[in-house]
Nanobody, 112 residues
Framework: QVHLVESGGGLVQPGGSLRLSCAAS????????MSWYRQAPGKERESVAD????????NYADSVKGRFTISRDNTRNTLYLQMSNLKAEVAAVYSC?????WGQGTQVTVSS
């Protein structure tokens, strides 16, 4: 059974950093492309970044380029999203995705 469990969210001050993790289980993680999405209150869910199965073929939403870095460790079955220089507008629930499977999400709040 596919399980995706995000962690690492929380409250951070503007300009701060967070690293989100998505622990995957129940499938062969290393052969699947993975993605991060986010949904802010009252807004549509949007793609943030995606990464190929071998860590290549990385794409970012224009709004996060230069501030977010997606990566993965196939030996640990874990997907990461490093977020830096955070601003209030990035606050949302961040979820990882593998095709039709979603994690439960982790809340990111940016406030002083």
């Amino acid at each position: 059974q596919v399980h995706l469990v995000e962690s690492g969210g929380g409250l951070v001050q503007p300009g701060g950093s967070l690293r989100l993790s998505c622990a995957a289980s129940g499938f062969k993680f290393s052969i699947y492309d993975m993605s991060w999405y986010r949904q802010a209150p009252g807004k549509e869910r949007e793609s943030v970044a995606d990464i190929g199965s071998d860590g290549g073929s990385i794409n970012y939403a224009d709004s996060v380029k230069g501030r977010f870095t997606i990566s993965r460790d196939n030996t640990r079955n874990t997907l990461y999203l490093q977020m830096s220089n955070l601003k209030a507008e990035v606050a949302a629930v961040y979820s990882c995705k593998r095709r039709t499977y979603w994690g439960q999400g982790t809340q990111v709040t940016v406030s002083s």
